[in-house]
């Protein structure tokens, strides 16, 4: 059973939706393909459950029609993937369990593609990249303007499937939905940002630069922001000419699925973006894909560290943000109520899973006689279903993810550390989510550098507390850390801040602001310091950085002579230009 919503309803911001039944993850019916392409070899795909038909395969939600609850799915149905503009169900055996973070019931089946469909996408992408390339800049422009407006229409539809999927709460998940928008917005001023330059070098002669797309790219997704990173890539890839391949992360790949339907809706046309799914052997598959130009990856340091190597020596360009230990810095004399708040919420928000969570706190002097109030205000934080009203956070990605967060937790106690806040055991008062991943907020004190709480990235709703005594020493053990994603500093004195911002090594610096991500719609990057960020951090996504990422720099110079002159003789010198 399921029922559609009015597009007049109001926005699903308001937590207070009534219910309404889940959607089905997948497809609603299969069909044979055809590949429309010359060079890609015909799909012939078959159904677990279902016969052909001649309706074609689609997603089930639609822009107001999609879930509202932790209901169980009664009839779960596979993820399809997407191929010159169709959704086509995998012949894949091989199938990854997606399961709802809050309650553990089966929402779908992730297929992992086989190599002929792996090498059908790029195949598709590499045929569409002529015909895409030669379009103007002005009608690919157009059609990210309709992107933009589709995103909008299907906000809700994307933050239910991600609330489903990944498990953070609906107002999170439009939050999710929003900063992937604004990188889809900025895309829309390309006919600005794309501009070279030109010089007369000499009489007659003139040097221009252009940029130029660089054929097929790919990118490869983690699992925390399921619309927002893909939309890191899809607008700037393929506005600036490019045909892209995308996986999604196999834990969540609804929303990818969602803004694929939108793309295609928006005019990309049949092979200009393709998903494929799976996990490492996919991954593998896109690093050694000649055809593949360039590799955008954004996950952990295990994945990334491989991804970057591998891609690189394959000779392609890869950009690849990495995992965080994001610091804050506590002045004793900040607006204690602005730093105590800010804290909470950036450190405990999406239960976490942030790369740009706030998960250490530097307490300096006195401050650290604030623990035990910032504990009560995390206490206060609701831990519920993510389509529930109340709920302030969900659940964990995956039953893996909460035992691993507990032993991080457990291994803090056993090397010294004083659990403040003890999140494990945790449970909603619902029985309907008695099976989900849940971890409470935790704060763990008197953690020191070496401890393995504090080395390891935890990824959960976990805070850690270091003491120091002076601004010095907190810069220079932040300084010290290996990561160097997000910092932050709360301090009443513009001169405290000032030193600390030019003193610390980190990518993204906040100044009493917990988490200072840049937003996509300015020229500001996503950038990163140290172990955050493969290749010392010269690719960043969007901006001007990620736009030059998925461009190929052209310089040429010409000479048009005003004389209608003949040469008489050859010069062989070097060419000096005056
Ligand atoms: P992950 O590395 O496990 O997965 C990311 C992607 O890599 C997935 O698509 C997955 O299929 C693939 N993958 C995973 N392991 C692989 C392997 N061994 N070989 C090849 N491919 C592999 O990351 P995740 O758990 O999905 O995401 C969380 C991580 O991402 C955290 O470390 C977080 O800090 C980081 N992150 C960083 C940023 C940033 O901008 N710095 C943003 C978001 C997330």
Redesign the pocket.
Known sequence: MRRSIARSVPALASRARPSLTPRLAGLSTTTPIQASKPTIRTLHITSRSQQASSAGVKLTSTTTSYPTSHEKIQNPVDTPFFIDNKFVASTTSEFIDLHDPATNNLVTRVPQNTDEELRAAVASAQAAFPGWRATSIVSRQQIMFKFVQLIRENWDRLAASITLEQGKVVSDARGDVHRGLQVAESACGITSQLTGEVLEVAKDMETRNYREPLGVVAA??????PAM?PLWSIPIATVTGNCLIL?????DPGAAMILAELAKEAGLPDGVLNIVH???R???FILDAPEIKAIS????????E??YSRGSENGKRVQA????KNHAAVLPDCNKNHALNSIVGAAFGAAG???MALSTLVMVAESKDWLPELADLAKSLVLNGGFEKDSDLGPVISKHSKERIEGLIASAEEEGATILLDGRGYKPADPKFANGNWVGPTIITGVKPHMKCYTE?I?GPVLIALEVPTLTSAIDLINANEYG?GVAIFTKSGATAQAFQKHIECGQVGINVPIPVPIGVSNFS?T?NKK??AGGGANT?YGKIGLNFYTQQKTVTSLWKEEDALATKADVSMPVHH
């Open positions: 490869i997704c983690p699992f925390n922001f990173i996986k999604p992360s196999e834990r799976g996990s490492h996919a991954v593998d990856f954004v996950g952990s340091n295990k994945a990334g491989y991804i943000n990495l995992g965080a899973q942030r790369c990235e990824f994603n996503f990163g955050s960020i996504f």
